[in-house]
Nanobody, 130 residues
Framework: QVQLVESGGGLVQAGGSLRLSCAAS????????MGWFRQAPGKEREFVAA????????YYRDSVKGRFTISKDNAKNTVYLQMNSLAPEDTAVYYC???????????????????????WGVGTQVTVSS
């Protein structure tokens, strides 16, 4: 089976930074995309960022553009989310996700859709104080 384990969450002041990591373990699997989603209390889970595995193309929700950067390390089977200029509205549980497709072209819409993903981590809490 495949497990995704997030780390790096915590409590930071507004304007601060955190780097989240998501390490895949278990059986070897193919993927075309990995992404980050988040869910704040009382709200639906929403897309944050994603990366196409084959060529590293990246996708972001508008509210994090210029502040967050998604990246990957193929050798470590790990994806990262560097979060800068954090604000209280970024407070949420952050979830890592991976699909199970062979590397291929896929659209921005595919990457932004949580239904595209097959494997999910249990989440890591990010809290930004004002």
């Amino acid at each position: 089976q495949v497990q995704l384990v997030e780390s790096g969450g915590g409590l930071v002041q507004a304007g601060g930074s955190l780097r989240l990591s998501c390490a895949a373990s278990g059986r070897t699997f193919s993927r075309s995309a990995m992404g980050w989603f988040r869910q704040a209390p009382g709200k639906e889970r929403e897309f944050v960022a994603a990366i196409r595995w084959s060529d590293g193309s990246t996708y972001y929700r508008d509210s994090v553009k210029g502040r967050f950067t998604i990246s990957k390390d193929n050798a470590k089977n790990t994806v990262y989310l560097q979060m800068n200029s954090l604000a209280p509205e970024d407070t949420a549980v952050y979830y890592c996700a991976a699909d199970s497709q062979t590397p291929r072209y896929s659209s921005s819409g595919y990457h932004r859709n949580e239904q595209s993903y097959d494997y999910w981590g249990v989440g890591t809490q990010v809290t930004v104080s004002s």
